[in-house]
């Protein structure tokens, strides 16, 4: 046995001992373990990494260098550089290179077994992190001095340029991490290639995805080469789809390494796997993803038919879903972006917050809601809230009225809609039950609360359809008496209990307090409607009638915006810049500094705290002259509203009368008094925040002073449950997790839609149309933008943020780039390629496989790109 404290038998590899044997290791000894056919070999443990630190006295000269670049980041190429070089110039003790001696003359065979040497980082692909493509793998490794410095290489690429960078933007510590190396037989593979046991491209855990090539896996994973692909449904193992493509390169063993040669070609075009390979390979898959119990990126080789299995790591990409132990098809709404527009993750408090906002009256309403865990229907995703609505799309009343509201809010979610339940029509329909036993059910589980609260808001309605000014002024009143009130509490409590009973009650109220200040202003809702019945005779054209909808008096909302274009023309008339302390920003972020960029999170900071946005936005105005037309546009916008009703009145009334007119005009002139005030809800929830998260940062400062938190502010990367909890001792501990996982979720790109089976809905399909060219599609989303066509990673300056970047392939070398681009188009490639992975990774849309895009797009053309239907779209040269 060659297990010492520098190396291990991969055998001997597990996830418990992870740190000592890096990610891919225990892994591949965890797969051993399962009975799965895996390769022999060995690890050189971080022991053995750190043993070569001291022995070259690396450790003191890695900081140093380190040090140098928190103070400027923007030496990330030289300090990389540098650090690669130490380990390069290095010597490998003599004790170890006699154990590695061992490794070599018992795996190679000349003439036969190579070898592989492969990075496996104590930090890699751990939940939520995926350092695919980032550390350095070698394979067909046939001398032992050629091992030895491969080995050494495989140490540096811990430091090589992206990885540092990739560290340092998800903020791990790169002086608490080490590197392990995995030292392999090499399989002489006559077809490659990766599997993943849930699909990539659209998010379905029940689907398998199969990338299939010639000769080794560097040519997939590098992207030369377009694989052949089978997309495999788990639940009956039918193939969904198939693309046999052109595979015009493979990777072969050379020498002491690998080079890519043209495929012959009566093998271009035909299936690199045959029948048998694929059903092997399908069992296998559903092996590995039973005993990692999640999702796996796993890459195989055949060898004279021979079936193995080289590495498994989770697949990181995936949309996260409930955790739910039903069994049925679930269709769940992104109501964040739906209802709020808000690409952003909630903070964890934030989150919490909102949670007892939405679901804290449930117990009033429904007699089995026992609190806010009992909300089913409610589901945090990816720090996004979405809504179960599977029961609204089963009955055809209920679902067309909620598609056509949905199409008032996101039209785009409202077609997406309509695709999802025509692809799912049956799995909606199990377990239907009639709309009577429906609304009896609910009923009888109605609290008698619910009456009571309904009753209350009869005389409100009343109130603003016999008086509109009435009503609007008590809508005001309404919200400002309930603000008054929570001031008033607030001035009484000192103690964390005090103010967390506070804040819990508070979140709880606000919700139905706003429904109660909407309802005075309810009716003036359909009014723009009732006002289209009693004219649909006369008028074929409702346009005239739109205009009365524009400019909206006493809308919070547009007169803020106002407020900010009238300060900026009055500075420009002054001749001044705005600052913190020009005396018209003060009276304004008074008024509108509770607000913020994620309004309806607390736990964001808002104008007030953060007056920045305010400031740069009203230079902004003076800048680009931009305020004047903004003003007069509103200004012009009120004059048209009452021209067209004034227009419309007198054309009703030569053609039905002066009844029927002066019935037009009161509803146009009450729907002008009233619907401005829709956003006044929202308005009065931002309000209320403001005043929580007030409470928060005095509980923050509290637990600061006791050495609880780094910060007063790190109170709101904490949940309810740490604050209330009776053990407070770890909330440094649970601050920097839930941190790290906050920034993980900003990154991800959140569906519009998601099913139970995964199914990640973005956009709504795309109708066919010639003039789109089609590939394969590798990351999902949608974006417009200019195309660059660039064939060199040095060409930087060619691209400007939001740009689509069209290139034949992509390598490490590239991922600078992607961090400004828009989207991404390549020639060649699949889910497995380098540019492929990173750009799940950050969140662009992308798509490869699109034969000569190079060119057939042209610079600077505006193109749409669909990551999700694997589709490009010239919008215009």
């Known amino acids: 046995m060659l297990n010492n404290k520098y190396l291990s038998s991969l055998s001997d590899a597990n996830r418990e001992n992870m740190k000592l044997v890096g990610g891919k290791a225990a892994n591949l000894g965890e797969m051993i373990k399962s009975g799965l056919p895996v390769p022999a070999g060995y690890v050189i443990m971080t022991t053995g990494y ?67 040497v492969r990075s496996s980082a104590t930090v890699e692909d751990l939940p939520g992190s995926s350092f695919a493509g980032q550390y350095d793998t070698f394979l067909n490794i046939a001398e032992f001095d050629d091992l030895l410095n491969k080995i050494k290489e495989c140490w540096a690429s811990l430091w090589n340029e992206r990885a540092i960078s990739y560290r340092l933007d998800n903020n791990i510590n790169n002086l608490a991490i080490a590197h392990a190396v995995v030292i392999q037989s090499l399989v002489n593979s006559q077809v490659s290639g990766v599997m993943f046991t849930a699909n990539p491209l659209n998010g379905r855990r029940d689907q398998v995805l199969i990338n299939s090539s010639w000769g080794q896996g560097e040519a997939i994973v590098s992207g030369k080469v377009t694989p052949d692909q089978w997309v495999i449904s788990k639940e009956d193992r039918n193939l969904i789809e198939k693309e046999i493509a052109d595979k015009e390169i493979m990777a072969v063993k050379a020498g002491s390494g690998i080079e890519f040669e043209k495929v ?100 009033l309403i429904n007699r089995k809601y026992q609190g806010v865990e009992d909300c089913w229907w409610y589901k945090m995703l990816g720090g996004r809230v979405f ?40 799995k909606f329909a199990k377990n239907k039950k009639s709309i009577f036993k429906l609304i009896l059910l609910v009923f009888k589980s109605f609290h008698p609360w619910v009456i009571k609260y309904g009753l209350s808001m009869v005389p409100k309605v009343l109130i603003g359809k016999i008086s509109p000014d009435r009503g609007r002024e008590k809508a005001l009143d309404y919200g400002d008496d309930f603000i008054e009130k929570l001031k008033t509490k607030a001035k009484d409590l000192n103690t964390i209990n005090e103010k967390l009973n506070f804040i819990n009650q508070s979140s709880k109220e606000v919700f139905l307090t706003s429904w109660s200040l909407l309802s005075y202003i309810a009716v003036s809702a359909g009014y723009i409607n009732k006002v289209k019945d009693l004219i649909g005779d006369y008028y074929d054209d409702f346009s005239e009638l739109y205009k009365v909808e524009r400019a909206v008096p006493y809308s919070p909302t547009t007169e803020m915006g106002m407020r900010l274009l009238k300060i900026a023309k009055k500075l420009d008339e002054r001749g001044e810049s705005p600052t913190i302390n020009t005396p018209e920003i003060v009276v304004f972020l008074n008024k509108y500094g509770h607000r913020s960029s994620v309004e309806v999170d607390l736990g964001v900071a808002n104008w007030q705290e953060e007056p920045g946005y305010i400031i740069d936005l009203i230079q902004s105005y003076i800048d680009n002259q931009s305020y004047q037309e903004s003003i007069d546009n509103f200004y012009n916008g009120k004059k048209e509203a009452e021209r067209a009703i004034d227009n419309i009145t007198n054309n009703i009334s030569e053609k039905a009368g002066k009844r029927k007119a002066k019935k037009v005009r009161n509803l146009l002139t009450a729907y002008r008094k009233m619907y401005g005030l829709r956003e006044q809800s929202k308005f009065l929830l931002t309000r209320t925040l403001d005043l929580l998260r007030r409470q928060f ?105 939001g740009d689509i970047l069209v290139t034949k392939a992509t390598n490490p070398a590239w991922t600078p780039l992607f961090l400004s681009i828009g989207g991404l188009i390549m020639e060649t490639g699949g889910p497995i390629s380098h540019g ?42």
């Not at 290095?90 to 003359?105: A, M, Q, S």
């Not at 637990?703 to 909330?731: M, P, R, S, V």
């Open 697 to 801: 940062k005095d509980i923050g400062q509290q637990l600061y002073k006791k050495g609880q938190l780094e910060a007063a502010e790190d109170i709101f990367y904490l949940y309810l449950a740490d604050i209330e909890a009776k053990n407070t001792n770890d909330l440094k501990g649970k601050v920097e997790k839930n941190k790290r996982k906050y920034q993980q979720q900003q990154k991800m790109n959140a569906p519009r839609l998601i099913t139970s089976t995964g199914e990640s809905i973005y956009y709504p399909k795309e109708t066919g149309d010639e003039n789109i060219l089609k590939g394969i599609p590798v990351s999902a989303g949608t974006i417009e933008g200019k195309a660059k066509i660039i064939s060199d990673p040095g060409n930087i300056e060619k691209l400007n943020k």
């Open 264 to 363: 012959a070609e009566n093998k271009r075009q035909i299936s690199s796997l045959s029948d048998e390979n694929i059903n092997e390979l399908f069992k296998l898959s559903k092996k590995v993803e039973e005993y990692f119990n999640e999702p796996q990126d796993v890459e195989w080789a055949i060898e004279d038919n021979k079936t193995y299995l080289v590495q498994s790591r989770p697949v990181t990409t995936l949309y996260p879903l409930p955790e739910d132990d039903s069994e049925d098809f679930r269709l769940y709404l992104n109501f964040n972006l739906q209802s709020q527009g808000m690409q952003e993750p909630f903070t964890p408090l934030g989150g919490d917050i909102f949670k007892n906002i939405m679901c804290g009256s449930s117990p």
């Open 387 to 426: 809504m179960d609505i599977t029961g609204l799309m089963r009955n055809s009343g209920i679902r067309d009225n909620f598609i056509e509201s949905s199409n008032d809010q996101d039209p785009l979610t409202a077609e997406a809609l309509e695709q999802v339940y025509f692809d799912n029509q049956e």
């Open 50 to 116: 750190k043993y070569f630190l001291k022995n070259n006295d690396l450790d003191s000269k890695i900081t140093s260098l380190l040090n140098d670049l928190e103070e400027n980041k923007l030496k990330i190429n030289k300090v990389s550089m540098k650090l690669k070089n130490l380990f390069l110039e290095g010597n490998i003790p003599d004790n170890l290179k006699v154990k590695i001696k061992e490794i070599y003359d018992e795996l190679y065979i000349e003439g036969g077994n190579t070898l592989a």
């Open 836 to 877: 492929s992975v990173v750009a799940r990774e950050y969140g662009i849309p992308a798509v490869t496989g699109i034969k000569e895009a190079t060119s057939k797009l042209k610079d600077g053309q505006l193109v749409k790109l669909n990551g999700e239907r694997g589709t490009v779209k010239v919008l215009e040269e």
